[in-house]
């Protein structure tokens, strides 16, 4: 585990989970971790060396100074940084949610950082688009998410039990939970607060898309075909991001929801391959 500090006094986290061949870093979705590609991993390793990214205040990596500023350039700023001290120069990587809008800001802000993207439901709005505010349901959720378990395991059977986890891989949901919390005086508590995961929902700024054409680097646009009410915005935005982008391509993956990576890792991780093998 390698922490990497910003200039502001925060830092971010690089897992090497280790393989064969060129190095692919991975993004996580707001409030979640690297831990989230747990079942993907075992199958990139074996064309790849993986790399897993916990933004500032997710997983690994610990708020010290609040409150957390994650204006989406403190994310670019940490991608950058991970991929110095993977120190390859252009690599490839692969992204999720939150994750795979970083991903993507980055390669317009800083041409040939990648090579190539492949990217699951990346959540960029462009200007017009109402963007969630404090009473959004998704920032009222984050809000009062519950944050204090007595085990690991209650912490597990609890996201287990329902949707959007009950459809995914309980190894991932596992390891998610694992490197997103830490011992409490009784029990655990998570290491991504709810106020972390809020302020991330309700402070993005808009995208001109038409800034996508720049990004030469194929990259392909990955989407579930399994759309969950309230949460119908990931989806819809994968086919004009691969519209507009200069030489982008759009996936649909049918059964998956916004949580694809989670939910069928074997099958993500082949779609991925197919993509950087070319």
């Known amino acids: 585990m390698l922490i990497l500090d910003g200039d502001d006094g925060e830092h971010c986290v690089v897992h090497d989970y280790g393989g064969e061949g060129p190095p692919v870093l991975l993004t996580h ?26 933004f500032r205040g997710h997983g690994a990596s610990r708020v010290l100074n609040p409150p957390l500023d994650v204006e989406r350039s403190r994310l670019v700023a940490e991608v950058l940084n991970a991929v110095a001290a993977i120190g390859e120069g252009t690599i490839d990587a ?19 950082t990648f090579r190539k993207l492949w990217l699951f439901e990346p959540v960029m709005v462009p200007e017009g688009q109402p963007r969630p505010d404090g009473d959004h349901p998704l920032v009222i959720a984050a809000r009062r998410r519950r944050s204090e378990f007595a085990s690991l395991d209650e912490f597990i059977e609890r996201l287990m039990s329902k949707p959007p986890y009950s459809q995914c891989e309980e190894a991932a949901v596992r390891a998610y939970a694992e490197l997103g919390s830490q011992p409490a005086t009784a029990g655990i508590v998570l290491t991504c607060s709810g106020e972390t995961e809020a302020e991330i929902f309700s402070s993005g700024t808009p995208t001109d898309f038409s800034t996508l054409a720049a990004v030469k680097s194929p990259v392909v646009v990955a989407r579930g075909e399994a759309v969950a009410a309230g949460n119908e915005l990931p989806p819809a935005m994968a086919e004009p991001i691969a519209t507009h982008l200069g030489n982008g391509e759009l996936l649909t993956m049918d059964g998956l929801t916004h949580f694809g990576p989670m939910e069928d890792g074997e099958r993500v991780a082949q779609a991925v391959l197919a993509h950087l093998m070319q």
């Open 94 to 112: 692969v992204g999720h949610s939150l994750g795979g809008a970083t991903l993507l800001r980055t390669e317009v802000e800083n041409p040939q």
């Open 29 to 54: 979705g707001n409030g979640l971790n690297a831990g989230m590609w747990a079942t993907v991993v075992p199958f990139l390793r074996r064309q790849r060396r993986c790399f897993g990214l916990d």
